[in-house]
């Protein structure tokens, strides 16, 4: 499960990926202020500590990974934000933002 860690405010995923048993809803993310951050041994696929690099994120309307280097997807009309371990599309959810806190706002 996801925790906040403040100052600056970040969302923490330190728990290991359960699709049944370890999805987060988040209701109250900033973008402006928040951050997003992911334990590298859990998501290991993002390579070593560090900002995500562009290649490894995508946002669309499937929720699938466009080619290899797609780890972490932003389904952008269910709110869905997904860790893609391979950029096979496993789809392992790893937490759900409220409608409200979409990307971009």
Known sequence: MAKWIEPPAALVFTTALNAST????????????????????????????????????????????????????????TGWLTYDSNGRNCRCRCCRRACHCRAGR
Do not use: C, M, P
């Open 22 to 77: 370890n999805v987060d809803h988040i209701t109250d993310f900033s973008v402006v202020a928040d951050t997003i951050q992911v334990d590298n041994a859990i998501f290991a696929a993002l390579g070593g500590n560090g900002t995500l690099t562009a290649d490894q994120f995508v946002k669309n309307t499937t929720g699938l990974a466009g080619d290899g280097n797609d780890h972490i997807i932003y389904e952008t009309d």
